[in-house]
């Protein structure tokens, strides 16, 4: 599976009635074509009037069909003309997710998300993967019990891993990532993985109120 990876920054002010008229009919015409997203975010802490939303695509030929069917649709296009001028910046890349990592899932829609941008040096993609799938994965999967996803980029910027995680609230959050921190087999793989990394970045944010999670896709 392929995710498109859509990050939009909306201009101060501008991002509530985006997200009322999104919410009241972009939403639900967009669902009719591409299906339910795999994760419709707002940022919480970190980078202001941002929301994030992923789309599961079988392969780009299907994301190509789709959205040019979308394209298409008068409801559609009748919300994106409300849109016009929202937006500061928008920001789209193909991301595939890894097969086959240990990581557990929750059927509900979290209360919060932890979303980890990180970016490795050219070459060690291949290393990092290696560890990810034989060691630090499992170790993670002890403490964070709620995997949105795991991906790695496919077009657009490379070398580049993105990883989203289900809580309850900030206080789980924390005492989760305390008790991995504290965890001396994840402080071993740190070791390993820490310099393979060029820049790392995370942001917290909440689920859009009209987005429902959706059943796991292979």
């Not at 008790?179 to 820490?194: E, G, I, R, S, T």
């Amino acid at each position: 599976m392929i995710v498109d990876v859509r990050r939009y920054t909306l201009k101060p002010g501008h991002l509530a009635p985006y997200l009322s008229r999104y919410g009241a009919a972009g939403y639900a015409a967009q669902e009719r074509h591409l299906g339910t997203a795999l994760g419709w975010f707002i940022a919480d802490v970190g980078p202001q009037n941002h929301v994030l939303h992923l789309w599961g695509y079988d392969d780009t030929t299907d994301m190509e069909t789709r959205r040019a069917a979308m394209a298409q649709d008068p409801e559609w296009i009748s919300v994106r003309q409300d849109f016009k001028g929202l937006f500061s910046d928008q920001e789209t890349e193909v991301m595939r997710q890894i097969p086959d990592l240990p990581y557990t899932r929750s059927a509900t829609t979290p209360g919060l998300v932890d979303v980890r941008c990180y970016a490795l040096h050219h070459g060690d993609m291949s290393a990092f993967l290696d560890i990810l799938k034989t060691r630090s994965a499992p170790v993670q999967a002890r403490h964070w019990t709620d995997n949105i996803t795991y991906l790695i980029s496919q077009t657009g910027r490379q070398n580049r891993i993105l990883h989203i995680w289900g809580h309850a609230d900030h206080a789980e959050r924390l005492a989760r990532r305390q008790a991995l921190l504290a965890d001396p087999d994840w402080q071993d793989c740190m070791k390993a993985f820490l310099p393979m990394m060029a820049d790392m970045q995370t942001f917290t944010a909440t689920p859009a109120p009209f987005w429902t999670r959706p059943e796991r896709r292979a």
